[in-house]
């Protein structure tokens, strides 16, 4: 009894390690694929750097000064130009408009 259930443990591990033998190993992973093969992904990695730098340099001409942030200033505008938006009910401003006009509250310019 105890040679028949030898001989099958046996027969089992011989069969799971001859299953995973022939799986053999995972093939190589590509990290990146910057373009065709051959040295085209160089000139396609500047272009990426190139238009990244040119976003960063948009962001960087949109931020707001310190002081407009910290005293709730808004910037002025010019007369004739929008100086609020309207959301349902609300109102809000864009920015101040200069001496000798108000923002109308029904075209929402400086007038």
Known sequence: MESCRGLALCAVAAA?????RGQG???PRRDRDLGPP????ASREKELIE?????LEKL????V???E?????VPMC???EQCAVRKGARIGKLCDCPRGTSCNSFLLKCL
């Open 16 to 20: 799971l390690l001859l299953s995973a």
């Open 78 to 80: 010019d007369a004739g």
């Open 65 to 67: 000064p310190h002081y």
């Open 69 to 73: 942030k910290k005293f709730g200033q």
């Open 25 to 27: 190993p995972p093939p």
């Open 38 to 41: 051959g040295g085209g992904g």
């Open 60 to 63: 960087k001409s949109k931020r």
């Open 51 to 55: 238009a990244l730098q040119e976003v």
